[in-house]
C-alpha cells in the first residue's frame, strides 16, 4: 500500500472518529447569554500552568481551570514537570477550578470504555485524599475525542466535560463534549486567530474555551509563551466577555436556559 493511500485512510479514520465523537450521545443545552463567557483551561497542569498562566489570569482578575492527572503529580511530562500537591492547594485557595483528566492520562479513543472510567474514579478518589473538600465538576478528555461509549459513560459524571475542535460553543453546546481552541504558540499567527475568534465570540454571545498546556519563556510543542498567553488574556478582559472557570460558565448557562 503506497504512502498516499495510507494518509488518506489514516485521515478517513480520524473524521469518522470525529463524527462519532461529536454526533453520538450528546447533552445539549442552549446558550441564551446577555454577556459572552470565555473560559481558560490547562490540560496535564505542569508547574508553569499554575506559575505563569495561572499568576497572568489573576493579574487581570481572573480564575481558570486545571484539567489535573493526580497519578503524575510531580513526574516529568512532555509539557515540563507536572505540578506539586501545593501548587493544587494554592489554585484552588486562589479561587481557580481543578478538573479530571483522568488518574493516569488515559487515550480517550484507544482506552476500552470501562479501563477509561476506572481511571476517572481513580483521579476522583486521589483527590479526595490530597485535597480534602475539593470535587471534579469538570472533565477533559486526553489526546483526543473520545469513543461514544466513553463519552456517554463520562457524560453521566460531571456538569460538563470538553474537547476539542478549534471552535466556539455558540447557539447551542454539547456538555458532554465542549468545544474549545488550543493555543499553540509554535503556529503561526496562533494570537492573531484567538483574537478574531474573541471578537466573533462577542457576536455570537457565545462560550468561548481556551485550552493549553504549559506557558513558559520556551514552552513545548504543546504549550505556548508567557508573552502569547498575556496577550490573549489581556485581549479577552479588554473585550467585555465574562471570564469564568469551566464549571461557574456552565452553572451560568444551566441557569440562564431556564428562563
Known amino acids: 500500500m503506497s504512502t498516499i493511500i495510507k494518509k488518506s485512510l489514516a485521515r478517513l479514520e480520524r473524521k469518522l472518529r470525529q463524527t462519532q465523537s461529536v454526533f453520538l450521545y450528546r447533552r445539549s443545552v442552549p446558550i441564551k447569554l446577555a454577556t459572552p463567557i470565555i473560559s481558560f483551561t490547562f490540560d496535564d497542569t505542569p508547574q508553569t500552568a499554575f506559575t505563569h498562566g495561572g499568576a497572568i489570569l489573576e493579574t487581570y482578575g481572573a480564575r481558570g481551570t486545571f484539567f489535573v492527572c493526580l497519578g503524575m503529580l510531580e513526574a516529568s511530562s512532555p509539557s515540563g514537570t507536572i505540578a506539586s500537591r501545593l501548587d493544587l492547594l494554592r489554585a484552588v485557595e486562589q479561587g481557580h477550578e481543578l478538573g479530571c483528566h483522568t488518574f493516569d492520562h488515559r487515550d480517550s479513543w484507544e482506552t476500552l470504555p470501562h479501563v477509561f472510567q476506572m481511571s476517572v474514579h481513580e483521579n476522583r478518589k486521589a483527590l479526595n485524599r490530597l485535597c480534602p473538600g475539593i470535587v471534579f465538576d469538570s472533565f477533559a478528555y486526553p489526546l483526543c475525542d473520545p469513543r461514544p ?111
Do not use: M
Not at 187 to 211: E, H, P, Q, Y
Not at 213 to 235: L, M, Q, W
Open 149 to 259: 461509549a466513553t463519552k456517554r459513560l463520562v457524560g453521566n459524571l460531571f456538569k460538563c466535560c470538553r474537547g476539542g475542535g478549534q471552535a466556539i460553543n455558540s447557539g447551542s453546546a454539547d456538555l458532554n463534549l465542549l468545544k474549545s481552541f488550543f493555543i499553540d504558540s509554535h503556529k503561526r499567527g496562533c494570537s492573531d486567530s484567538a483574537f478574531r475568534l474573541i471578537d466573533r465570540n462577542c457576536g455570537l454571545k457565545g462560550w468561548f474555551i481556551f485550552a493549553t498546556h504549559d506557558v513558559d519563556k520556551n514552552p513545548s510543542e504543546y504549550g505556548c509563551t508567557r508573552d502569547d498567553f498575556r496577550e490573549i488574556v489581556a485581549y479577552a478582559a479588554s473585550s467585555g466577555s465574562l471570564i469564568l472557570p469551566v464549571r461557574k460558565a456552565c452553572e451560568l448557562i444551566q441557569n440562564e436556559s431556564a428562563f
